[in-house]
């Protein structure tokens, strides 16, 4: 069989000729020149990636901003609806990235593979620009939780420590970005049971001045905030608002698997592993930490609104540090702000991890130029580090913006990005499994899940929703204004600039026909990966629970 001659499906023969140059397998076979990743993550760093490498500044921090406008409510329930879109997201990566977990992994990938190479090209780009907006999101943020305690240190200094130690945590040997991680994740995942559980004892009453809080804050100042209409018609825009604001703390997160899965061993063990275990992350730390947010603080806060809004000394205090405050427990505030900065830290750190990653992939892939594809020694690929770190200075605007400001800017400008890559991943996906049928091999996949292709459809039609509407307040009387509007929207015309210019350049068709879709390049490399493959057989009771975890 010839592989990836779909890939180049134009209708000029010569542009279709310079399309199959580059294709992938083709590439990746044969680079020798420039070297290549190596499979430096073990299973405790992919599955601890997958539970916790993510958990940033979104929910600890701009979950914040969310609960002022709209009430504890629409968070919460905002929450629920997101983490269920999320969750068909990574059920359908876990499939795509199980079939074939090839060198240089990523969405974009798969996207030229099964839909056409100029979506493809428009879909790296913008996943490339999302995760260096990412990755200053967090720097940025980390400076409004430091300034939660007072000081005088200059703000770009605090900045340079941060992105500095990102940096060098993921330049030399990728497994120092998966230990660096493996600990970061560790320290999210036990500081926000610590808080979940805080949140139980303080609902109950039982905080140092035992007051039982219970729904109080549901009640006054009430479970909704009506935004820009009274009534029922306020209530529905409050918790629509809740949704496009939510997002944020979920962006790009299940995308973290797939560009590790090219570095990871046994991909077809742990990737699927991760997948299936992603829904317990969301059921737990974000519908569950959300709840709590929304029954430890009011959503007229003082301090609270003065984090969204001022961004001066103590605006860097997220909902649940307010809480701890509230309650009276001393000490345990400067704890868990502790706790929430680590968060931030290793949030950026994955996040530059994707965002090389995803420019090696467009490397490989023919969409940037050959020098990003160039690995040292350890399989690092130094030159798409280096470039995406130089991207994220842009969080350099904190020093005169100030960092709770431009921290927003980030948050509106990445959630739009997350939305577009989302719906051309489920649109891979449908195609995907439509050249799976044909070829008769939709048995055949290692990882199989729930209601596909329904919940896939339904996703799809809600994200096109939600990126359609995900600035709507700018249209009510009185609230536009460009900064805002551009925030909302800037993405949508970069994405189809990028698509249309490639399509039109190299005259690619609308969909590649599914007889010509490439089902089986990388398929015998994953399988013999797979049968080489011993899985850890615990030897006692506490090694299988560590086994079951990572």
Known sequence: METGKGFGNSKDPQMAEKLDEVDVYEESANNTQYGTTQRGLKSRHIQLIAIGGAIGTGLFVGSGATLSVTGPAPLWMSFV????????????????????????SSVPLYVKRYVEPSLAFAAGWNYWYAYAMLVAS???????????????????????????????????????????????????????????????????????????????????????????????????????????????????????????????????????KAASRFIYRLMFFYIVGSFVISVIVAADDELLLQGVESGKTNAGASPFVIGIKRAGIRTLDHIINAVILTSAWSAGNSFLFAGSRSLYSLAL????????????????????????????????????????????????????????????????????????EFNGLLDQRPYKTWGQPYVTYFALGFLILLTLTNGFQVFFPGKFTASAFLAAYITLPIVIVLYLGHKIWFRTPLFMRVHKIDVYSGKEEADALEEMDVPPIPKNVLQKIWFWIA
């Open 365 to 436: 892939t023919g969409q940037a130029p050959k020098i990003f594809r160039t690995c040292n020694k350890h399989g690092v690929p130094y030159y798409c580090v280096a470039v995406t770190s130089l991207m994220a200075c842009l969080v350099y605007l904190s020093v005169s913006s100030g960092s709770a400001t431009v921290f927003q800017w980030f948050v509106n400008l990445t959630t739009i990005s997350g939305y577009i890559a989302w719906i051309i991943v489920l649109i891979t996906y449908l195609r995907f499994r439509r050249a799976l």
């Open 81 to 104: 609806v997101i983490s269920a879109v999320v969750w068909v997201v990574m059920q359908c990566l876990g499939e795509l990235c199980a079939w074939v977990p090839v060198e240089g």
């Open 138 to 272: 967090e720097v940025s943020a980390s400076a409004v939780i430091i300034s939660y305690w007072p000081n005088d240190v200059p703000v770009a200094v605090w900045l340079t420590i941060v992105l500095a130690t990102i940096v060098l945590l993921n330049i030399f040997v990728v497994s120092w970005y998966g230990e660096s991680e493996f600990w970061f994740a560790s320290i999210k995942i036990i500081g926000i049971v610590g808080l979940i559980i805080l949140g139980i004892v303080l609902f109950f009453g039982g905080g140092p001045n035992r007051d039982r809080l219970g729904f109080r804050y549901w009640q006054k100042p009430g479970a909704f905030i009506p935004f820009a209409a009274p009534g029922d018609t306020g209530k529905f825009l409050a918790f629509w608002t809740a949704l496009v604001k939510s997002g944020f703390a979920f962006i790009l997160s299940p995308e973290l698997i797939v560009l590790a899965a090219g570095e990871t061993e046994a991909p077809r063990r742990n990737i699927p």
